[in-house]
Each structure stands twice: as structure tokens, then as C-alpha cells.
């Protein structure tokens, strides 16, 4: 007795084969297809964009105490000690930063500072970028000094652009990579 559904499965199958392989040919239009670049702006794989670091507040939800600095929660607080943060005159934030969770070299750190007015609102920002690996840093960014892992870095994070008169600051450290 034959099998019906045999018989079409295979024909199915043999089929498929025989179309795959013709989709496989070296004919002259496959080969014109192969040598067209993608189009601009068409990737062979879809990346997600690169993050960045979130904008700072437009306002404080309590306003702050002048000259007060506040530590901003994120994903590298709690790998760093920053100790001695002070508002100072010409509007910069000043500290030290130790790293505490590990004592290789830190090869990207960025510290950012929101700066506020008496009232809570934005009025600035400022960072501080260091590098302690490499040759290529930038001239300012490279440091051989005292190393951020063990006894820490001093840092200064002036202001740039203030749309009014600073009265507190907020810190985040969006960027640290190490070794």
C-alpha cells in the first residue's frame, strides 16, 4: 500500500532542495548582487545606539542648602569613595575620589557635575575627565601622578556656560573603566 503523504513530503522536500541549490548558483546576476555594496545607512546587523549618560535634572526636588554638593546614585558609586566635595567660589566642584573596588589602572574615568541655583534649578554643568594608561590621552587627561586606585586622585569639575549664579552641585560618575 503506498504512503500519500510520503510520497508528497518527499516531492516537498526534494523541491526545496533543488530551489536552494538553484538560489546557490554562480550565475552572472548573483554575482553582480554579491559585488553591490549596502546601501548608505543599511548595516549587516542592527546595533542598539550607545548609551549615555542621562541629563542632569532640570530641578532639585528639595531645594538645596547653598554651597551643599550631593552624590548622584549610579552604576559606579558604589566602586568609588568621593570624600572632601566642596562648591568652591568660582564655581567648580573640588574633591578627592579613591577607587575601592579594584586596584588596576583606570583607563577611563569621568566625573559630571549639575550645578543649581539657590532654588533648585539648572543652570550648568561641568566635567572632569582622567586617564592614567596610554600615550594617546589627551594633553590635560593623562595623569602619572598618584593613581585613582589606592590613595586617589584630587579632582576639580569647573563649570562651563552658567545661565546663573551656582549655589549647589550635584556629582555623578558616569564613566570608569578599568584595566
Given at each position: 500500500m503506498r504512503h500519500p503523504i510520503r510520497l508528497t513530503?518527499?516531492?516537498a522536500l526534494g523541491a526545496l532542495a533543488l530551489a536552494s541549490l538553484t538560489?546557490?548558483?554562480s550565475s552572472p546576476?548573483?554575482?553582480d548582487r554579491e559585488a553591490e555594496p549596502l546601501a548608505a545607512g543599511t548595516s549587516a546587523a542592527a546595533l542598539p545606539p550607545p548609551r549615555s549618560a542621562p541629563s542632569p535634572a532640570a530641578t532639585l526636588p528639595a531645594p538645596p542648602r547653598r554651597?551643599?554638593?550631593r552624590i548622584e546614585e549610579g552604576p559606579f558609586t558604589d566602586r568609588v569613595r568621593l570624600t572632601g566635595l566642596s562648591l568652591t567660589g568660582e564655581s567648580a566642584v573640588s574633591g578627592h575620589l579613591a577607587i575601592t573596588s579594584d586596584v588596576s589602572d583606570v583607563l577611563a574615568l569621568e566625573l559630571r557635575a549639575a550645578y543649581?541655583?539657590?532654588e533648585g534649578r539648572l543652570v550648568g554643568t561641568g566635567s572632569f575627565e582622567y586617564q592614567e594608561e596610554g600615550q594617546d590621552a589627551d594633553g590635560g587627561h593623562h595623569h602619572d601622578g598618584p593613581r585613582a586606585a589606592g590613595e586617589g586622585i584630587d579632582f576639580k569639575a569647573p563649570a562651563a556656560k552658567l545661565t546663573g549664579t551656582a549655589a549647589a552641585a550635584v556629582v555623578s560618575v558616569p564613566v570608569l573603566v578599568n584595566e
Open positions: 513530503t518527499a516531492a538560489g546557490c548558483s546576476a548573483a554575482k554651597g551643599e554638593v543649581y541655583d539657590a
